[in-house]
């Protein structure tokens, strides 16, 4: 979906309308964009903006970009952050909104923000990457940031929806690969509930 105050559209992807937003680091500085959408949190994962931004609230999680790094504990922080920041007010009348970042919103962000769909919209595993990819295809969590993805899936569910050990590294086969997800769980959420 197109962000507003970005000069390309994949700068920025909008995830889960109108509150979350998966990018690159430099988006975290950018005032343009961050006023243009109202951002009022950002999530810094391991990246730490150039400068902060008068009026937005900055978080920093630490997670290195590797298969063996482990997310258990850094996502349900993750989650908490994200919750607490969507379900805040903003100066108007509306609910927050905000961004979430690593280096280049590529492997560590989205692994979190698909771990906050699953644990806090239900959204089974495949229902939220594919979320995510459909947002920005460029996004390819690690091999070990996927199977950990995988293990929450099940102590969540009970069952795993996406059996493969990385993505396709082509975004057009990683879009594909989503493709029939959309018709086929509607919502999002596990099929069987």
């Keep these: 979906q197109k962000v ?7 700068a920025v992807s909008l995830v889960l309308p109108p509150s979350l937003y998966l990018g690159p ?20 994962v391991g990246s730490t903006p150039a400068q902060k931004v008068e009026g937005v609230t900055y978080f920093r999680l630490s997670l290195n970009d590797s298969p063996t790094s482990s997310i258990t504990k ?36 989205p692994t979190l923000v698909v ?11 495949k229902a939220a990457l594919g979320q995510v990819v459909r ?13 950990q993805l995988k293990r929450l899936e099940e102590e969540l569910f009970g069952n795993v929806t996406l059996d493969i050990d990385e993505l396709p590294k082509r ?5 594909a690969l989503f493709e029939d997800d959309v018709r086929s769980e509607g919502e999002g959420k596990p099929q069987g509930d």
């Design 74 to 109: 850094v996502s349900e922080e993750a989650c908490k952050i994200i919750e607490n920041a969507i379900a805040s007010k903003s100066k108007g009348c509306g609910k927050g909104k905000i961004l979430v970042h690593c280096s280049a919103g590529i492997s560590r962000s």
């Design 115 to 125: 771990a906050y769909l699953m644990r806090s919209h239900k959204m089974s595993l």
């Design 25 to 44: 680091c430099s988006a975290a500085s950018n005032k343009a964009f961050l006023a243009a959408n109202s951002i009022t949190h950002v999530l810094s």
């Design 171 to 175: 975004e057009k086969d990683r879009l």
């Design 4 to 10: 507003q105050g970005v000069q390309s559209t994949e």
């Design 135 to 147: 947002a920005r295809p460029q996004v390819s969590p690690n091999s070990g940031f996927l199977e």
